[in-house]
T-cell receptor, first 114, second 113 residues
């Protein structure tokens, strides 16, 4: 499989718990993005990495959210002390910076906070 | 700042009739624009992209879009809708360095038999 892979596909958690999502980008892609999509809305930018460096974070990414890409390959997105408002689809995408072109998206992780 | 506005949240067409999904953009420089499609429980798939080459862009599955700078529009069209086209469509503009992609709120396309 040469696409962007996200795990898990679905996560149900109780309010206040911590959750972590994983994204494996297309292997040669050096850029990795995280987006959040709520019902009836288009995806919103959260953060992006070039290799292992996190270069930009949206103000949507509160201090309860942290993203890492330790070796410039896979990435994790952790949400601490989840709230019901965190319920959304979390999308990961990757691209090749040198090509300055489109991002390729994974199927997403759907988070439900109960 | 860059932004896109999708003018219709829902569009309904009959199978075999033309499809028009409208998108207007705002950009402080010559933009790169994209259309993505999202089928239920599937990831976002790129339909087509405009990156300052030909203004009429052809994509997959018979879709095309025309970049009109004077109208700041990038409408998506298809001559004849198929049932499998039923999905949600997103118009997207990137920032200058492709660091961020700004999505419209989406248009849900319904195709009636």
């Amino acid at each position: 499989d040469t696409g962007v892979s996200q795990d898990p596909r679905h996560k149900i958690t109780k309010r206040g718990q911590n959750v972590t999502f994983r994204c494996d980008p297309i292997s040669e892609h050096n850029r990795l993005y995280w987006y959040r999509q709520t019902l009836g809305q288009g995806p919103e930018f959260l953060t992006y990495f070039q290799n292992e460096a996190q270069l930009e974070k949206s103000r949507l990414l509160s201090d309860r959210f942290s993203a890492e890409r330790p070796k410039g390959s896979f990435s994790t997105l952790e949400i601490q002390r989840t709230e019901q408002g965190d319920s959304a689809m979390y999308l990961c995408a990757s691209s090749l910076a040198a090509m300055n072109t489109e991002a390729f998206f994974g199927q997403g992780t759907r988070l439900t906070v109960v | 700042a860059q932004s896109v506005t999708q003018l219709d949240s829902h569009v309904s067409v009959s199978e075999g009739t033309p499809v028009l999904l409208r998108c207007n953009y705002s950009s402080s420089y010559s933009p790169s624009l994209f259309w993505y499609v999202q089928h239920p429980n599937k990831g976002l798939q790129l339909l087509l992209k405009y990156t300052s080459a030909a203004t009429l862009v052809k994509g997959i599955n018979g879709f095309e879009a025309e970049f009109k700078k004077s109208e700041t529009s990038f409408h998506l069209t298809k001559p004849s809708a198929h049932m499998s086209d039923a999905a949600e469509y997103f118009c997207v503009v990137s920032d200058r360095d492709f660091n961020k992609f700004y999505f419209g709120s989406g248009t849900k396309l319904n195709v009636k038999p």
